[in-house]
Each structure stands twice: as structure tokens, then as C-alpha cells.
């Protein structure tokens, strides 16, 4: 079983320093530094982009950085990214025209891929493309905005998908946004997840370590 991983979303941060909000939530135990990256044209909001990465890793962030692509087309902006600093890519396939051809771009670029699932959308696009990915992101509210309430029928589709990462053999992270808090993150590791985005529960409280460490004690209830 892969180890637990928290990703807390920048989108939440105090953007007036956010160097030091990321340095912060890292100290406080946190393992990944989550991107949202909307386009105000696949998503309804504007937020950040490769310059942002860029300067996190100028400053010092050494951590993996998770950049989840909400824009249409992806193409160009996961080579900005990837030159930026990112390591792992995700993008929403319908967003995509050439969905291998995207991944493949995430791989040569020196990044590891991954797929976007919105409350709604299908899960055929896995059918083709499970082999080529390190992990996969299940939205648990609409995207485009932060500090949504987590859907509750996300959990029937996580274990769906961690069925066929099961029955598949591949070894592919399952990831979840939205809404994640520590009342409902036991609940959603029990359904199948292992890397959870978090933002305002972490970002609008007063101590990031604290939070946190209620999160993994959480987890160190799942069964697995």
C-alpha cells in the first residue's frame, strides 16, 4: 500500500506571501505542494500560472509541486509548466483533443501524468491510457472555485476507479480535490484514495500543523 500523501492547494494560501505560506505548510508535515491552475474558459475563475511555480522553485520549494491543469487547450501549458518546475501534470481529458498524444507530452517533458475526473464525466477515458499514468484526480466538488463542499456520491466513484487501479496492476496514485476536511478524509482513504488536496481546511486555520496532524491521525484509523 502507498503511503498517505497530504497536498494542500496554494489557491487557498495568503497569496501576499505565498513563499512563506509554502514554506510554512510544508514544515507543518504536509508533502506536496498542490497548483489549481483555471483559465477562466474551461473553468469560470483566473488564477495562476507557470511564472508562480517558477518562482516557488526560485525561492527555495524543494517539494514535489502538483500543477492540476483547468484549462482548454493543455498542450502548450504542460511544457510551461514542466520547464517551469512542476512534477507531477494533470489536465481533464475532454480538455484535450489528442488525449495520448498530452500524456506523452507530460512524460517527455520529465513529468508524471496524470487524468482529471469532474463529478460528471465519464470514466471510459481510462479504458486506453491506464498504462501511462502515475496517477489519477477525482474532483469531489465542480471545479473552479475553492472552499466547496465535498459531493457525497464522489465515494461511489472512487471505489470505482479504485477497482480498476486494482484490476489493472498498475501502479497509479488516486487522488482527490474538494472539500477534503479531517471529519470525511477517513471516509475517503476507506473508499480508495491516497493523496488528498486540501485547501481552505488547511490554509484558513490558524495552525497548519495542527490540522494536519488531525488528518493523519484520521488516516491512521483506515483499515487497509
Known amino acids: 500500500m502507498k503511503p498517505y500523501l497530504i497536498a494542500p492547494s496554494i489557491l487557498s494560501a495568503n497569496f501576499a506571501k505565498l513563499g512563506e505560506e509554502v514554506d510554512s505548510v510544508l514544515a507543518a ?3 506536496i505542494v498542490h497548483f489549481d491552475v ?5 473553468v469560470p475563475n ?3 500560472g507557470p511564472l508562480v511555480c517558477e518562482a516557488l522553485r526560485k525561492h527555495g520549494v524543494t517539494a514535489d509541486i502538483d500543477v492540476h491543469l483547468m484549462v482548454q487547450p493543455v498542450d502548450d501549458l504542460i511544457k510551461q509548466f514542466a520547464d517551469a518546475g512542476a512534477s507531477y501534470i494533470s489536465f481533464h481529458p ?3 483533443q489528442h488525449l495520448d498524444r498530452s500524456l506523452q507530452l507530460i512524460i517527455d517533458s520529465g513529468c508524471k501524468p ?3 475526473f469532474n463529478p460528471a464525466t465519464p470514466l471510459h477515458y481510462l479504458d486506453d491510457t491506464l498504462h501511462k499514468l502515475h496517477h489519477i484526480l477525482l474532483m469531489s466538488v465542480n471545479p473552479g472555485f475553492g472552499g466547496q463542499s465535498f459531493i457525497p456520491q ?3 466513484k472512487l471505489q470505482k476507479i479504485r477497482t480498476l487501479i486494482d484490476n489493472s496492476g498498475f501502479d497509479i496514485r488516486l487522488e482527490i480535490d474538494g472539500g477534503v476536511k479531517v471529519d470525511n478524509i477517513r471516509a475517503i482513504a476507506e473508499a480508495g484514495a491516497d493523496m488528498f488536496v486540501a485547501g481552505s481546511a488547511i490554509f484558513n486555520q490558524p495552525n497548519y500543523s495542527q490540522v494536519i496532524d488531525e488528518m493523519r491521525a484520521e488516516l491512521a484509523k483506515v483499515s487497509r
Do not use: F
Request: aromatic fraction near 4%; charge should be negative.
Open 114 to 116: 496524470g487524468l482529471v
Open 46 to 48: 483566473l488564477t495562476v
Open 38 to 42: 483555471m483559465d477562466n474558459h474551461y
Open 29 to 31: 508535515g504536509a508533502d
Open 154 to 156: 464522489s465515494l461511489t
Open 94 to 96: 475532454e480538455a484535450s
